[in-house]
Antibody
C-alpha cells in the first residue's frame, strides 16, 4: 500500500527540542519531494517547505526559515521535521505530503498528521 | 505579497450546485489545485492541474479558471461534501519553489 506514516502525538514544554518523522512506503521514496504543512487549531493550511529525499536539498517558506529543519534518510524512506527550541505557537497538526510535479504541483498523498502540543 | 483568497464560508442546498472561488496573482501563471478536508482528517486531493480528478473522486467535482480566479464546482452537492476546501498553487514570486494555500472555504450542505 502506498502511504506516508507519521510519528505519534508529542507533548512538549517551551524551549524543548523535537523531531517528528514521516515514513514513505509502497513507492520509490526518492522520486517525489516531501513537503510539510502546518495547521494550527481551527486554522488553515500553511506550507512550511520541502525536501528532496534524493539529495536532501531543502526550501523553506520565509515564515518558517530558521525555526525548523527538514531532513531525510533515503535509506529508510523517512523524512523529518525538527525544532531546537519549541514555542507555544508551534502547537499544531503537522502533515507531510508527497509532491507530484507536472502540469502543476500538487500533493497526492498525505500522512495522517502529527499533533504537537507545546505548553508549560 | 503572494496570497490566495477564498470566501470563508459557503452554503448549498442538498442536490444543488455550488462554486467555490479562489483569487490570486499566481493563478495567472500556475494551475490551481483543490483539497477537501473533513474534521479530524488529513486533506484530500480532489482537483489538480485545473480540472483533473484523482481516481476515486466523484465526477460532480470539477475545476475551472479565468485570469486570476480559479473555481471548484460541485454539481448536485451531497451531504458528504460538507467540508473545508482549500485552493493551492505554486507561488509565482521569488524563486517559485514555494507553494501557496488559500485560507479555506467551509462548505455547509443544507
Amino acid at each position: 500500500e502506498v502511504q506516508l506514516v507519521q510519528s505519534g502525538v508529542e507533548v512538549k514544554k517551551p524551549g524543548e527540542s523535537l523531531k517528528i518523522s514521516c515514513k514513505g512506503s509502497g513507492y520509490s521514496f526518492t522520486r517525489h519531494w516531501i513537503t510539510w504543512v502546518r495547521q494550527r487549531p481551527g486554522k488553515g493550511l500553511e506550507w512550511m517547505g520541502r525536501i528532496d529525499p534524493s539529495d536532501s536539498k531543502t526550501n523553506y517558506s520565509p515564515s518558517f526559515q530558521g525555526h525548523v529543519t527538514m531532513s531525510a534518510d533515503k535509506s529508510i524512506s523517512t523524512a523529518y521535521l525538527q525544532w531546537s527550541g519549541l514555542k507555544a505557537s508551534d502547537t499544531a497538526m503537522y502533515y507531510c505530503a508527497r509532491r507530484v510535479s507536472g502540469l502543476s504541483w500538487y500533493f497526492d498523498l498525505w500522512g495522517r498528521g502529527t499533533l504537537v502540543a507545546v505548553s508549560s | 505579497s503572494s496570497e490566495l483568497t477564498q470566501d470563508p464560508a459557503v452554503s448549498v442546498a442538498l442536490g444543488q450546485t455550488v462554486r467555490i472561488a479562489c483569487q490570486g496573482d499566481s493563478l495567472r501563471n500556475y494551475y490551481a489545485t483543490w483539497y477537501q478536508q473533513k474534521p479530524g482528517q488529513a486533506p484530500l486531493l480532489v482537483i489538480y492541474a485545473k480540472n483533473y480528478r484523482p481516481s476515486g473522486i466523484p465526477d460532480r467535482f470539477s475545476g475551472s479558471s479565468s485570469g486570476n480566479t480559479a473555481s471548484l464546482t460541485i454539481t448536485a452537492a451531497q451531504a458528504e461534501d460538507e467540508a473545508d476546501y482549500y485552493c493551492s498553487s505554486r507561488d509565482s514570486s521569488g524563486d517559485s519553489l514555494g507553494v501557496l494555500f488559500g485560507g479555506g472555504t467551509k462548505l455547509t450542505v443544507l
